[in-house]
């Protein structure tokens, strides 16, 4: 044998023997793949995102202007509290409520949610009863009709200071009636506060004339009723001395202003004869002690006491004098 041609066969080239050339690597992504967003992440199913306004009693529309959570209002709604219900309990009874939210679903309450939801409760409960006092208004028999409304109006223009009491009695009787029904006011609202467990104001202060004018009272003059206050006292005191003065003012034909300033000296006399307490008549009497006593009467009291004090005491030291 040839070794040249055994030589050549053993090293003879086979194309078929060669790799295959690797794969080219994938192109990079490019600078814009890069910045895209990546893809939405799918979120759990929240039953009570889906539930309908309605399903949480009325909640959700009580508590939205007041930063309560939503799952806040739907964990009071499964405790099975409603607007109504909430309305009707106390600042006590709140906060025992959200308590128990606490402990059973531990959920921590913000403190601004603690304070929103007694604030919304507030709000509602004053909503409530503007309406209820409108509804009053419309259903109620002790407002005055037309023709007592005219008096008002005849009545109100002859208090003024300077214009002549003209002696008609329809004018000051119904400034003494407007008296009366502050103290109906006052019952109202102390019945009102009764019920919701708040304290009952026992004298006619600015609450009783706001709710006054809530129910269409709005010809009550606070500053005309404080203003004559001394004068209905002394009507209830002693009204027949009150209408001896009020024949003996129309006689002359002098204004309502001085009849006014002429009230307070029977009622210094009657405060004489009783120890000067001036403070203790109005609150023994069951119609002047839901009003407060006016701080000239009080002052007029204290002065003439200590005139008729230093009076006894210079009788008495003259009395021992030499001749």
Same mark, same amino acid.
């Given at each position: ?11 003879? $080239? ?6 295959? =050339? ?5 192109? !990079?992504?490019?600078?814009?793949? @890069? ?10 199913? &929240? ?20 930063? *309560? ?22 600042? /006590? ?8 939210? +606490? ?29 209820? *006092? ?24 002859? #208090? ?5 009491? !003209? ?9 003494? &009636?407007?008296? #009366? ?28 004339? !706001? ?7 709005? @010809? ?11 004068? @209905? ?20 034909? /002098?204004?309502?202003?001085? $009849? ?15 120890? $000067? ?8 009497? =069951?119609?002047?002690?839901? $009003?407060?006593? =006016? ?6 009291? &204290?002065? /003439?006491?200590? +005139? ?16």
């Amino acid at each position: 044998m040839d070794p040249d041609a055994f030589t050549a066969s053993l090293f003879k $080239w086979d194309p078929r023997t060669v790799l295959p =050339p690797a794969p080219a690597p994938p192109p !990079r992504p490019s600078l814009l793949e @890069y910045a895209m967003a990546p893809p939405p992440v799918t979120t759990a199913f &929240h039953p009570a995102r889906t539930a309908a306004p309605r399903e949480l009693g009325g909640l959700e529309e009580l508590f939205q202007a007041y930063g *309560i959570r939503y799952y806040t209002a739907a964990k009071i709604a499964e405790l099975g509290f409603t607007v109504s219900t909430l309305v009707d309990m106390k600042d /006590e009874e709140l906060d025992d409520m959200m308590n128990s939210l +606490s402990q059973i679903f531990r959920w921590d309450l913000l403190v601004g949610e603690r304070y929103g939801i007694k604030a919304a409760v507030r709000a509602e409960r004053r909503r409530v009863e503007d309406d209820d *006092i409108k509804r009053r208004n419309n259903n109620s028999n002790n407002l005055l009709s037309t023709d007592t409304t005219t008096n008002a109006l005849d009545a109100l223009s002859q #208090e003024d200071p300077g214009e002549v009491a !003209r002696g008609k009695k329809n004018g000051l009787d119904y400034l003494f &009636h407007l008296y #009366e029904q502050c103290r109906e006011f006052l019952m109202q609202v102390q019945a009102i506060a009764k019920d919701r467990g708040e304290k009952c104001p026992t004298k006619v202060t600015n609450q009783v004339f !706001r709710y006054a004018k809530k129910a269409g009272a709005s @010809y009550i003059n606070k500053p005309k009723m404080r203003h004559y206050v001394h004068c @209905y006292a002394l009507h209830c005191l002693d009204e027949e001395v009150s209408n001896e003065l009020r024949r003996a003012f129309k006689e002359r034909g /002098e204004n309502v202003g001085a $009849w006014r300033q002429a009230c307070y000296k029977p009622l210094v006399a009657i405060a004489a004869r009783q120890g $000067w307490d001036i403070d203790a008549i109005f609150n023994a009497h =069951p119609r002047l002690s839901i $009003w407060y006593v =006016p701080t000239k009467l009080r002052q007029l009291c &204290h002065a /003439e006491r200590n +005139s008729v004090s230093a009076s006894s005491s210079v009788s008495a030291g003259s009395a021992h004098l030499p001749f």
